[in-house]
């Protein structure tokens, strides 16, 4: 039973794991190996204080360097949903389930909004999770959405099961290749089916499929967390990055705007602060 | 007229500055131009993210230097009073007087508890400003309590006007001298007197006077500005760091606990865009 489970590697969810390494604290921090694609991606960050006009690529060498002098590793995965098991947390990631005290979501936002009818067919043809779920289009034709280069691992394995792949990233540079892999360069506007998907509607024209998988870095916490109170996608948070679930707390992007470092490191350090504050109080 | 007032040069108004002056607004830094002191007092901060066991010397190293990099200079002083005027603030700071849309707090945290009737005599013997106060009490008694090294010049600058001074240093190493100082270590207690202030108690002993200067590098905000909202010493903001004032908002240690660096920097970056909507908002 871990004290604390902190999912996400942007600034919120390494500020969260280094308070709560100097607070002696028995954690897991799972996300990214290689961190948070959007530090990468920044160009310049001015208003990071203590680290003058630096590019994105320093900042996240500056994380994981951080990390690593304090002996800090990442649990690389993604996590596909969280349980409330009444005093303690089930965490399902991959193939692998922990338990912790508390929970610090620290998922980011996810910069493409649902598509209409995500929602609505989640566990009915549509999957965020190709570990989880790939098995059950072997043999089939699915359509599988990715919003960034580093899932593409997931959408390789997808193509070494499914029959037909229609891949559409929405990104620049995407490399997957196969036989069975056609892509598709367009928007998804709709996710339409019965029982179960159907198809996917685009911008230009229409797509059959057995199932959509939604491949993204940050999904959405509602999704992730039963009963989570949202606001317009984001965690409904206090002041001390308590949700309105205890032992779940959230910090950075997740939680709202300003979208910036400062902030996300700020709530982070917050949000472990107040893992503490609970642990203690549990006692 | 400016478009924000930042009082205090310690993370968080330092955080506020760098996202202002990204945002290209018009703005006063006011405070030491030596930052915080008590950044300087760190021994070693481990869960700043970026920066890996810094010492209190570099990481101020680390931000005077991000100040200069940004073309940011400070506004040497110590403001002693915010005037809400309706739709613009009055900020008072030694001789000088500044008008600005909006104000934002960031004034740390004084460790020392404020003595019983300090308040209560603020105006009639009990000053917090050497320069504002100093000449009524030329060829005077005075009691002068200071909370640290950074006051000390103050402190002078009373001894060459009062008759008698009586000093009071709450840190080790003071230098003050002067044939009509004399140093008294001691707890103050309470100050004490009727339409104006007679003596102040100490530990062990009293010490009668005709005024009392508190040398604090923090002042508590409520002392600041009148109707400010506050609760246990600690400025109440909502989490987009808004007071109960219109305009004035606050960030860092003076909000409350945690008090730590990352959350410092997080609250003056949200402050400041705070700040850039209301201003926004009132065009």
Not at 248 to 265: H, I, M, N, S
Request: proline share 4%; glycine share 12%.
């Amino acid at each position: 039973m871990f004290d604390c489970i902190i999912i996400g590697t942007g600034p919120a969810g390494i500020s969260a794991a280094l308070t709560l390494k100097a607070r002696g604290r028995n954690f897991l921090l799972i996300g990214s190996a290689s961190l948070s694609g959007k530090i990468n991606a920044a160009e310049e960050v001015n208003n990071y204080p203590g680290l003058p006009a630096v590019g994105g690529a320093q900042l996240k060498e500056a994380f994981i360097n951080h990390l690593e002098q304090s002996d800090i590793s990442v649990t690389p995965g993604q996590v596909t949903g969280v349980y409330d098991m009444g005093g303690y947390f089930g965490v399902l990631c991959g193939d692998n389930s922990y338990e912790s005290k508390t929970v610090i979501l620290a998922t980011g936002v996810e910069a493409v909004k649902p598509v209409p009818g995500e929602s609505e067919f989640l566990g009915r043809g549509v999957s965020y999770c190709a570990t989880c779920d790939g098995l059950l289009y072997k043999g089939k034709k699915i359509v599988v959405v990715c919003t960034s280069a580093a899932m593409e691992e997931e959408a390789e394995y997808l193509s070494s099961l499914a029959a037909e792949v229609v891949f559409v990233p929405l990104y620049k540079g995407a490399r997957l290749k196969g036989e069975n892999v056609r892509y598709l360069v367009d928007m998804p506007r709709a996710i339409v089916g019965d029982t179960r998907v159907r198809k996917v509607v685009f911008s230009k024209g229409e797509e059959e499929c057995d199932g959509v998988f939604m491949l993204k870095s940050a999904l959405a916490p509602s999704a992730l967390v039963a009963g989570l109170n949202a606001e317009g996608g984001h965690v409904v948070v206090d002041r001390a990055c308590r949700t309105n679930i205890a032992g779940l707390f959230a910090a950075g992007d997740c939680t709202g705007r300003p979208y910036q470092y400062a902030k996300a490191v700020g709530e982070g350090n917050v949000a472990a602060h107040s893992v503490c504050d609970y642990l203690a109080a549990k006692k």
